[in-house]
């Protein structure tokens, strides 16, 4: 029987106290696997600990998890790719099950949905942010990924290579969601526990600033994948804006015959072109748009999915 190449991606940035159990249990659950390691500029043993675990360690100057993923998604070749954080809070042995199910369905990606009890693994705002923007990206793209933050994945090789990655944070998440929703990939979700993290191990995501580049990441991707929509919103707001402002303007010219408030009306004349000018650009770039979605459906279709029997 042929068993796909798995590859096991494990992103790291000083996470000496949780590596060892991290490649181990992977190591366990998956030993026909290769695990590797990335490391990001890590200060404490991480590299160490890790090789000595059984991982093969490279490392990635750029400082940022987009970055990093990137990278292991450029050099790695595999027919299956796990993605999971090394920060021990997700359970390895759930992998077995997620990458038969990615494999029985013919999937492109599987989502692990973050399933605790511990009320301590998720950081105060953490919940609630991943709640509301994953509900802006359901609402948006298409509502077929619960957990868009999660951090564990699976992927088959032609999600990988057509992946552009452009992201340098952890707004990646957000990035790989919306590219395969985009297309219209195959997807899919399985629960996985989820637990905090061990004693000396600190998160990486800060929950405000990260929270808002998350966010912008959301708003450029709906600019770049949905412009008609994007410009054609603001293109309502200006005018809605314009109307607001020049109804003063018609009220009085209605009852004298003159314009009073001459620098207001050509603000609304302003902001109606400027309405009209946003509309157009929404439907050009949405031809635009089109034909580049085109083109990344071509290079994902040029991919062939495992066919080992």
């Given at each position: 029987?042929?068993?796909?190449?798995?590859?096991?991606?494990?992103?790291?940035?000083n996470?000496?106290?949780?590596?060892?159990?991290?490649?181990?249990?992977?190591?366990?659950?998956?030993?026909?696997?290769?695990?590797?390691?990335?490391?990001n500029n890590s200060q404490d043993r991480t590299v160490e600990l890790a090789l000595a675990a059984g991982?093969?360690?490279y490392r990635e100057p750029l400082q940022g998890?987009?970055?990093?993923?990137?990278?292991?998604?450029?050099?790695?070749?595999?027919d299956i790719y796990v993605l999971v954080d090394g920060d021990d809070t997700y359970e390895a042995k759930s992998a077995v099950a997620m990458v038969k199910m990615l494999l029985d369905e013919r999937l492109d990606m599987l989502n692990g949905t973050r399933v605790t009890q511990i009320a301590a693994a998720y950081r105060r705002g953490h919940q609630t942010g991943n709640t509301l923007l994953s509900g802006l990206v359901r609402r948006i793209f298409g509502s077929r990924i619960k957990d868009m933050l999660s951090g564990y994945r699976v992927f088959s090789r032609r999600l990988v290579k057509s992946f552009p990655a452009l992201s340098s944070g952890f707004e990646i998440e957000t990035e790989l969601t919306i590219h395969a929703l985009e297309l219209s990939m195959p997807l899919g979700e399985m629960e996985t526990p989820y637990k905090d993290r061990p004693e000396g191990s600190t998160s990486k995501l800060r929950t405000y600033s990260d929270g808002i580049r998350i966010l912008?990441?959301?708003?450029?991707?709906?600019?770049?994948?949905?412009?008609l929509?994007?410009?054609?919103?603001?293109?309502?707001?200006?005018?809605?804006?314009?109307?607001?402002?020049?109804?003063?303007?018609?009220v009085e010219f209605s009852r004298t015959h003159l314009v009073p408030r001459f620098p207001t009306a050509i603000l609304s004349t302003g902001l109606v072109l400027t309405a009209f000018?946003?509309?157009?650009?929404?439907?050009i770039l949405d031809s635009v748009a089109r034909?580049?979605?085109?083109?990344?459906?071509?290079?994902?279709?040029?991919?062939?999915?495992w066919q080992g029997k």
């Open positions: 029987m042929l068993l796909p190449e798995i590859a096991v991606l494990i992103p790291c940035h996470e000496q106290a949780a590596i060892t159990k991290v490649v181990t249990d992977f190591r366990v659950a998956l030993p026909s696997a290769t695990i590797y390691v990335y490391d991982a093969r360690v998890k987009g970055n990093v993923v990137r990278r292991m998604f450029s050099d790695i070749e595999a912008r990441t959301i708003v450029m991707l709906v600019k770049d994948e949905r412009p929509a994007f410009f054609a919103t603001a293109g309502l707001i200006l005018f809605c804006v314009a109307i607001i402002l020049s109804i003063p303007i018609f000018l946003s509309l157009a650009c929404g439907l034909g580049r979605k085109e083109i990344k459906r071509m290079i994902y279709l040029s991919i062939p999915f």
